[in-house]
């Protein structure tokens, strides 16, 4: 993104402090498990997602190819035990393994085989991958359920195999 345009939209959400992503949290949060272990937040901006995973227990990490936003998702305060952040590839999870992927707003700006094919490959046996889509699913994730959402976005739920 050129820098003028991220300056822009920094004024703009500085101005403007809601965000439609913001919706899909609770729907995320209400499809996990109480205390979801290990989740990966890809994507995860300023860290909302992050810190309400942590909120109940669990390991959260999330990254964000901008420093910038990992930055701003490290200085909010007060911090949240179980919540870390750091700049990092969506395509690149160093083989770590994750009881919970969650994806919001992220997929669209990748190549969405190759993305869920990687995140499917670093979930754990009997866990869940949460994310907007649309394309795909059927060849990497057979039997996900999609449904399209409010503001453009499309959800998936897969659940890996026990």
Do not use: K
């Not at 050129?2 to 913001?22: C, F, I, K, Y």
């Not at 272990?37 to 959260?60: K, Y």
């Not at 057979?142 to 890996?160: D, I, M, S």
């Amino acid at each position: 993104m050129h820098p003028a345009v991220a300056d822009a939209l920094d004024r703009w959400n500085a101005a403007h402090p809601w965000s439609h992503d913001d919706l899909y949290a609770r729907w995320l949060l209400r499809r996990l498990p109480r205390a979801p272990g290990t989740t990966l937040d890809v994507g995860s901006g300023t860290g909302d997602l992050v810190r309400a995973l942590a909120g109940r227990g669990a390991r959260a990490h999330g990254i964000d190819a901008d420093p910038r936003v990992v930055a701003a998702a490290r200085d909010v305060r007060p911090q949240v035990p179980g919540a870390t952040f750091a700049v990092g590839d969506a395509l690149d999870l160093g083989g770590r393994r994750y009881d919970v992927v969650t994806a919001v707003a992220v997929l669209h700006h990748l190549p969405a085989e190759e993305a869920l094919t990687r995140w499917r490959d670093a979930l754990g046996p009997a866990t869940a991958m949460l994310a907007e889509v649309r394309e795909c699913v059927a060849r990497v994730l057979p039997g996900a359920r999609v449904r399209r959402r409010l503001f453009w976005r499309w959800t998936l739920v897969h659940r890996a195999p026990a």
